[in-house]
């Protein structure tokens, strides 16, 4: 069951904690989360997965930065998110969608028991300006039934942007 927007909201700062919260952000069934002004681009163009691959960080200036296609960004939200008995799911506004800007790949559901700030996966169809602060994704809550486990992996609990550290599991 997903739950409202008012349920978030009543939740707040208990079972479920978006920081900073703003009641401007909330929608019916999920929160707008805003784009940090840091981003982390991949240096080498071809990746390899048993490797750590040098990354260089960008910063966002408040009259935008263009995105180009063909590249990865690793951005993350303002907000830290926490929900330890709510399965905290990430997906793209429909008015950023429609900007051919991707916010994720493959990494929208997220652990009961995470708390950080969600990295974002972004990348763009065509050359796109985004600016920092802009509310880049929503985030809504699920319930989970049956006997669970919180999340223990310490390898993504940060509130910086995170690369991948799959090298991490294959050595």
Known sequence: MILSGK????LQGGEISIDPFSREQLNPNSYNLKLHNE?????NRVLDMKEDNPVEKVIIPDDGLILE?????????VERIRANFHVPLLEGRSS?????ILVHFTA??????????WTLEIACVQPVRV??????????FQELRGDHIKYQS?????SDIQPSLLFQ???
């Open 7 to 10: 349920e978030i909201e009543r």
């Open 39 to 43: 981003l982390l681009v991949y240096q």
């Open 69 to 77: 296609p063909g590249r990865l960004y690793l951005g993350r939200t």
């Open 96 to 100: 950023v969608g429609r900007l051919g």
């Open 108 to 117: 929208g559901l997220g652990n009961i028991g995470s708390d950080g700030c």
């Open 131 to 140: 600016y920092p602060d802009v509310e880049i994704c929503q985030i809504y």
């Open 154 to 158: 310490k390898k993504y609990h940060h």
């Open 169 to 171: 599991e294959l050595r």
